[in-house]
């Protein structure tokens, strides 16, 4: 039976016409299947469903979505990644059979040690999922040297705005997103070199876990927001009241940027 899929331009450019085409007959997709963002079950007889392909260096992995959630793209991961997400993939009931097609894809570019931590920012009476990006040691711009910190001039220029009062939300960042795929945060993605596929901008070692809450708030707002502070300023808080009280305190130090970013969309 055919399929209520999306096949976006450069999904079908890395799967190739026959075998987009065989998924949108319906031939070799699931009818049902677990949304690789939210995780929840989806049915591609019956709403929308995005095709989602992650492409390690050497091999790809086709995912199925929730349109609402992420639409159809190509999401460039490490190889790493791309196995851990495989066995995640054929952890769960009925996944097994996911196709496994090859690509190519580019090598991310060099990235520093940056920690991350999840939570929930209260903006007029809405909680919004957050992520805190700080630093384990002090960022120079590439191809020099020295003692000084240009990890905030450096988000600046890529279009992350100063943070001067933590009751406002972020401005979007265009081409940016936060991957979150078998309900776990992989990656903060950037727009790729030329236009191209995203790339990370940040990925996990592993998968990182995040609350149920966390979730719940994403797939309602579809939008994280994720803020940044060089090493030092907010540190590791084990409460997520803690946390808004060292982001306050970066803010007003003048040492805090953020933006708004779309979950794993383009």
């Known amino acids: 039976m055919p399929r209520m899929l999306d096949v976006s331009d450069d999904v079908r450019a890395e799967i190739g016409d026959e075998e987009a085409d065989l998924l949108l007959a319906g031939e070799s997709a699931p009818g049902n299947y677990d949304c690789t963002s939210c995780r929840t079950p989806g049915d591609s007889e019956q709403e929308r469903t995005s095709t989602v392909l992650f492409v390690g ?94 990890f905030l001039p450096l988000l600046i220029e890529q279009g992350f705005m100063p943070v001067t009062d933590l009751t406002r939300r972020p401005a979007g960042l265009p081409g940016w997103s936060v991957l979150l795929a078998m309900g776990q945060l992989h990656a903060v993605l950037q727009p790729g070199p030329g236009g191209g596929s995203p790339v990370s901008w940040w990925q996990a070692h592993q998968p990182l876990q995040v609350t149920d809450g966390w979730r719940a708030a994403v797939n309602r707002s579809h939008t994280v927001l994720v803020y940044a502070a060089p090493v030092g300023s907010i540190g590791q808080q084990p409460r997520e009241d803690l946390l808004r009280d060292a982001l306050e305190k970066a803010a007003a130090s003048g040492v805090l940027v953020a933006a708004a970013m779309p979950l794993a969309g383009t």
Request: hydrophobic share 40%.
């Open 57 to 150: 260096n050497e091999t790809a992995v086709l995912a199925f979505a929730h349109a609402s959630c992420i639409p159809s793209q190509v999401v460039t991961v490490s190889e790493e990644q791309l196995q851990g997400a495989v066995r995640s993939i054929t952890a769960e009931e009925g996944l097994a059979g996911q196709p496994s097609l090859p690509a190519q894809a580019g090598q991310p570019g060099g990235q520093a040690v940056l920690g991350v931590t999840s939570g929930l920012v209260l903006l007029d009476g809405d909680l919004f999922p957050a992520l805190v990006v700080e630093p384990t040691a002090r960022i120079a711009r590439p191809g020099t040297s020295g003692p000084g910190d240009d």
